[in-house]
């Protein structure tokens, strides 16, 4: 079948090519979709004209030693010695590189007597939990009494703001490096 062009005609009043534009213009604009939020490899991010919330701090992770948040480390007093006085404050560290481990020293008297908490992870068989005790300074070397849970604690610093830790409990013994986190 052939059509021979002059009998295919097509006419279009003249307000008719306005609406029959308008409408072609109106489905374009209809078939428009949102701009993908993919980032285009190689493209640059927008910035985000708002500030970002702050962030919150990353939770503890629940095999990891916690110390109360109601712990308060009282400043050592004019009188007691400087020896004695850099044990006060609040050390963290690893027994055996694995194990997470918090020493607060709460109070140092001019004597060497301390007062403290422990804090311990996962520790071989025992969960996390908090002890906490007293003990003396000589030296420097800090030993705790036996604490509640069975431990015993010895705590020597090699040089200021760091404590090599021992932690013995039912015939195992654990040694670590803690620092000071806060005063």
Known sequence: ???????????????????????????????????????????????????????????????????DQTVA?????????????AFSGIWAGQLNGMYDGKLAVLTVSSGGQVTASYAWGDLADNKPGVADGSGRIAGNTLKLGRLPNGADITATMPSPGTLNVTYALAGQTYTGSFARVSQ
């Open 1 to 67: 079948m052939t059509f021979d062009k002059s009998s295919v005609r097509f006419r279009l009043a003249p307000n008719s090519l306005w609406l029959t534009l308008g409408v072609a213009l109106l489905a374009l604009v209809a078939c428009q979709s949102t701009p993908d939020t993919q980032p285009v490899a190689n493209s640059q991010p927008v910035a985000d004209p708002q500030p970002a919330p702050a962030a919150a701090p990353a939770p503890a992770s629940p095999n990891s030693a916690v110390l």
């Open 73 to 85: 480390v009282v400043p050592p007093g004019k009188g007691v010695p400087a020896r004695y006085a």
